[in-house]
């Protein structure tokens, strides 16, 4: 492969401005200030044709801080990140369901509400040959976990069905109206 740039100088013995330099800026030892709007005072007490006008910073003005803002729009929605996303966010609602759950159960059964409600449950459904209906064996922890455990597992299959075909709804309609505009502040 052949150089076509030509001759190229070499960076190991090159002297002059880097890139972005002012070409005869020396590099002095002191602090760098820059240009003023208004030349020093002359002794006269004019300069520039002004009197005694010197530059100085304001000292008790409050300044306010800029908000740096950017207007995005969302065109699209990855169907396949929103599914991971929404299996992940169900599966934990999921666990919290079930821990809920049996949380409340044991709060309700320390308080005495199954048995209480049992027995009057009992006595209103009971006849002389049979007790009745007994409520405490019917919603054992065993059997409020294996229900919620069902109904958590369902939970999942339809949040992240539904959450997928939202993505999908929203990627036809942002093709016809454009999306959702957002505007994003930049808090200093």
Known sequence: MTDTRGQQPSYETYNGPLPGERAGAQQSAGPYHPPQAY??????????????????????????????????????????????????????????????????????????????????????????ESNGFDLQSFLSLPRVLMFTSVIAVIDVVLMTALATLGAFIYNLSAGFVGGVELTLAEDE
């Open 39 to 128: 030349g020093a005072p002359a002794p006269g007490g004019t300069a520039g044709g002004q009197t005694g006008a010197v530059r100085r910073p304001r000292t008790g003005a409050r300044t306010t801080p800029r908000t740096r803002k950017a207007r995005l729009r969302v065109a699209k929605a990855d169907p396949w990140s929103v599914m991971k996303v929404s299996f992940l966010l169900s599966i934990a609602l999921g666990i919290c369901t079930v821990v809920a759950a049996a949380v409340l159960w044991m709060v309700m059964d320390a308080m005495g509400v199954f048995s209480t409600v049992g027995g009057t449950i009992s006595e209103a459904t009971g006849s002389n």
